[in-house]
């Protein structure tokens, strides 16, 4: 298919990279060409070369995984050559003097700016080239009757001759002419009467339109540069924000880990405290069953012993000498006792091992806690503030709505009429004696019951001196005397005396806090048994447990006595925070 003549441009003769005539072309293999200099310095610069993953065309970015052999595309060499001899005034029938020698106007232009002759010679060239059975067909245009291109229209010709002077072109201030020309010297358009004041001599001068489309392709090729940063740095962006969100997960599961390994490590502890004090309730019985039977063996001889004293007393006091003499040689003898100078009871049941061992255990103990602290602060980032615990934000998300059961309030509480608060009064108050209610422990239930599902609620404990807020199963004991521990249903923190904090058990679990708390958050995972306290200002976990509940739990709240005034503040269940 031929194209029309007005469609040949300067870009077949113009390196896309330095913009100039081509030197020695060579085409890579998606059929762009370049000068042989400008693509080896493109690869060789990074720019989609060693730098990159692999070897890219500047104009369509076509990716090459090895680099493309080049070879010197001869053809458009030869084109190119003889368009610069030309271009120099070497053309065939020569060309007429320039009026303005400091502005070389038969250089490379844009096609409505390049030289008559010249135009003609490129398309007659073209069309050699596009001859049945050349080899190196490349541009085909229509002809005129004796087989030569057609002559291009006549604002094709040399722009020096201010009558073919297109008219939209702005006129000089100067001069009024158009200003067709532009100074790359002083970067401004100027006009053919500019070029003959010797403001300008020697200066380098160029068509004005081909100026601009250069600028143009320039701008093109910043545009496409842009376009790849972009897309590099949206790339990073996404790359950031999926190593945040796989940190996250991270981070989640080795929380979920370390609480699981803590809560594990509690109860192995806790288990084997049970089995320790076993032991020595053991070793208490088995000593007492042996003093018992010393003590009734005992018994058993020193009555005997009475006996015979008491037989001895009267046989002497005895008138009858012949039962007397009878007897004599019986009672005189002394009976056969039991020698109990090396029998004893020790004193200390395991002679102190088992409280050794134990002692022993726990300083192998703390010294591993050490290390494992060490390798915490090591690999812990420095930051300005106490680090918040990560789980405080989302427990919140488990917020529930409580309110407290009169029903079970022991008779000296005050509830607020809302349920929210909660006061222990001077005197007990005339309220029924139901069997839900607790009648020696100041403290009271929420009417919300949990048996599956998470929990979370906030408790503002400010002003206080003793407090104990937890869960407590519904089937507790709540009459009289109770034993406050996990085994017997009840999971509590307590405060005492301002700073004295414990998870209560059997025995206690004292906790060292460094910030005190004014407002407590407990959250409950009912599946896996678990209840944690935070101290939701400092946003820090105080305690956990793990464990199992068996049963509905309960929210567990008690202000505690008031102390002649000191703890009178009440216990306030609060709306979690955002």
């Known amino acids: 298919m031929a194209l029309p003549t007005s469609c040949l441009s300067e ?17 890579t293999p998606c059929g762009h060409s370049f000068c042989q200099s400008c693509i080896c310095s493109y690869w060789d610069g990074g720019t989609g070369g060693r730098g990159a993953k692999s070897y890219q065309c500047p104009l369509c970015k076509e990716s090459f995984q090895t680099r493309p052999e080049l070879h010197i595309n001869r053809t458009l060499k030869e084109i190119t050559e003889q368009f610069k001899q030309m271009s120099s005034g070497r053309v065939m029938g020569g060309e007429p003097p320039n009026p303005h020698p400091q502005l070389n ?7 409505r700016d390049m030289p008559g002759t010249v135009f003609v010679e490129m398309m007659a060239r073209f069309q050699q080239l596009n001859s049945p059975g050349s080899p190196h067909a490349v541009f085909a245009g229509p002809t005129d009757n004796n087989g030569y291109p057609e002559a291009p229209p006549s604002y ?8 073919e002077v297109p008219p939209n072109l702005l006129p000089c201030p100067t001069h009024q002419r158009g200003l067709e020309f532009f100074c790359r010297t002083d970067s401004m358009c100027v006009c053919s009467g500019c070029l003959e004041t010797a403001e300008h001599h020697g200066h380098d001068l160029v068509s004005a339109m081909r100026e601009w489309n250069i600028k143009k392709a320039h701008l093109g090729f910043t545009e496409v540069e842009l376009k790849d940063l972009i897309s590099e740095r949206e790339t990073k962006v996404e790359e950031i924000h999926n190593a945040v969100r796989d940190l996250r997960a991270a981070a989640d ?10 809560s594990k490590l509690i109860s192995s502890v806790e288990h084997c405290q049970a089995q320790v ?5 053991l070793s208490l019985r088995v000593a007492e069953n042996r003093a018992q039977s010393l003590l009734r063996e005992l018994e058993e001889e020193i009555a005997a012993l009475n006996k015979r004293r008491r037989t001895l007393s009267q046989l002497a006091v005895s008138e009858d000498y012949i039962l007397f003499l009878k007897m004599f040689p019986t009672l005189s003898t002394p009976p056969q006792a039991k020698d109990w ?22 300083e192998r103990l703390e010294e591993e806690i050490e290390k494992l602290t060490e390798v915490c602060r090591r690999s812990t980032p420095p930051v300005p503030s106490p680090r918040p615990s990560p789980k405080v934000r989302r427990v919140q998300e488990y917020a529930a709505d409580i309110t407290l059961d009169p029903s079970t309030a022991h008779a000296r509480l005050i509830i607020s009429a809302d349920g929210k608060q909660v006061h222990c009064g001077e005197r007990h108050q005339l309220v029924p004696d139901n069997p839900e209610r607790f009648d020696r422990v100041v403290c009271v239930l929420a009417h919300q019951g949990f048996s599956s599902g998470r929990h979370y609620w906030e408790v503002n404990v400010a002003g206080k001196t003793d407090w104990d807020l937890g869960l407590a199963r519904r089937s507790v004991n709540r009459k009289g005397k109770i034993t406050v521990s996990p085994t017997h249903g009840y999971w509590i923190l307590s405060l005492r005396d301002r700073t004295d904090y414990a998870f209560r058990g059997v025995p206690s679990n004292n906790l060292m806090i460094n910030i005190r708390p004014s407002r407590i958050g407990i959250y409950v995972d009912c599946d ?20 199992s509940f068996l049963d509905t739990v309960h929210p567990f709240f008690s202000p505690c006595t008031n102390k002649s005034g000191q703890n009178e503040a009440p216990v306030i269940i609060c709306p979690v925070a955002e």
């Open 341 to 362: 100078s090396n029998v004893s009871v020790p004193s200390q049941l395991t002679s102190g091992v088992l409280l050794s061992s134990v002692n022993q255990t726990m």
């Open 253 to 262: 599961r080795e929380t979920e880990g370390t609480v699981c390994a803590f």
């Open 11 to 27: 870009d077949q003769f113009t390196c896309s990279i330095c913009l100039e005539v081509f030197n020695n072309p060579v085409s």
């Open 277 to 281: 004090l076993e032991a020595i309730d």
């Open 105 to 111: 106007l038969f250089a490379p232009t844009r096609p």
């Open 528 to 547: 896996k048994g678990l209840v944690s306290f935070y101290n939701v200002e400092a946003k820090l976990l105080i305690y956990s447990f793990t464990g």
């Open 156 to 163: 094709f010709q040399s722009v020096s001759d201010p009558a």
